[in-house]
């Protein structure tokens, strides 16, 4: 599976909307004799961000649009363009998104993951993923007995 991660370089995750960041790293995840592995697998500009000269709005930025330049299409046509970058990962981890941000994704079939406030680096963004993705997938699997 591949994970996109908005960042400033390969060590650093950025904590803004994802749509403003600069690059997104991409990293491959896979389970080998029951060892999961990461690796990267490339790192990506965000097309957005280089027209925007990050000239962003702090409200963008921050996820705090009003509801006007929510349904403004011009603003929800920036979201959708990031799907040309991370279209071939199943999951968006992020500090902080927007609504149009969710919405964009999950019509492309990519599941969008909150990074805790505390996390600032990629391999403990990663690493926290795995062990909730884990402890998901086993909690499903657990039923109340009655």
Excluded: W
């Amino acid at each position: 599976m591949k994970i996109a991660l908005p960042v400033y370089d390969t060590a650093t995750v950025y904590r803004d909307n994802p749509h403003t960041t600069p690059k997104f790293a991409i990293y491959d995840i896979d389970s080998v004799n029951n060892s999961i592995h990461y690796s990267l697998h490339s790192v990506v500009v965000n097309p957005l961000n280089r027209y925007k000269s990050q000239k962003f709005p702090e409200s963008e930025l921050l996820c705090s649009c009003s509801l006007e330049r929510q349904n403004d299409l011009t603003h929800k046509c920036e979201h959708y363009s990031l799907l040309e970058t991370i279209s071939d990962c199943s999951y968006l981890l992020a500090s902080k998104y927007c609504q149009n941000t969710k919405k964009s994704m999950k019509k492309a079939g990519i599941k969008v993951v909150k990074i805790p406030p505390i996390i600032t680096q990629t391999n403990s963004a990663i690493i926290n993923f795995i062990i909730g993705a884990s402890l998901e997938r086993n909690i499903q699997n657990i039923h109340h007995a009655s």
